[in-house]
């Protein structure tokens, strides 16, 4: 077999291997499932968690936040165990927290120090009930949307 001949069979295997990769790239993002956008309707109600946190969120964007866990200790509160949760009023909108799925972020003042604070709320749709955590919090428990406020 003489030198370009083998030379055209290894550049038409090489080809047809990147037309596969490219074919089946093109394919697998045509089979993911998109995902709606998130609606006033999908977070409006009352958020809450097993260990007594609630999120009230109102379709005018502002919400109220119970025994929240705070985002990190550099968002005006104290280090002692009543300093790490938040309660008080917030605005929000919708966002996404990095590598995750769309969701909201509350936004609040600092109680200490008026510094700007962000929580996220990462929102997921079960068959039973919406559902949703802060993936700020070490705790990492879920938040349940109550079900009279679900449409």
């Known amino acids: 077999m003489s030198t370009s001949l083998r030379r055209?069979?290894?550049?038409?295997?090489?080809?047809?291997?990147?037309?596969?990769?490219?074919?089946a790239a093109f394919l697998m993002n045509l089979l993911e499932d998109p995902e709606d956008p998130l609606a006033i309707t999908d977070v409006v109600g009352a958020w809450e968690s097993s260990d007594g946190a609630r999120l009230t969120v109102r379709a005018d964007g502002t919400a109220d936040l119970e025994r929240v866990t705070r985002p990190s200790l550099d968002c005006g509160q104290s280090t002692?165990?009543?300093?790490?949760?938040?309660?008080?009023?917030?605005?929000?909108?919708f966002d996404t927290y990095p590598d995750e799925k769309p969701g909201i972020r509350f936004d609040y003042q600092g109680p200490a120090t008026a510094k700007p604070c962000k929580i996220y709320l990462v929102v997921f749709s079960l068959k039973e009930a919406t559902k949703g955590f802060l993936p700020q919090d070490p705790t990492g428990v879920d938040y349940v949307r109550s079900a009279a406020q679900q449409g």
């Open 8 to 23: 055209t069979i290894w550049w038409l295997i090489g080809s047809f291997g990147l037309f596969v990769m490219l074919a």
């Open 80 to 93: 002692d165990a009543a300093g790490r949760s938040y309660t008080g009023p917030a605005t929000w909108v």
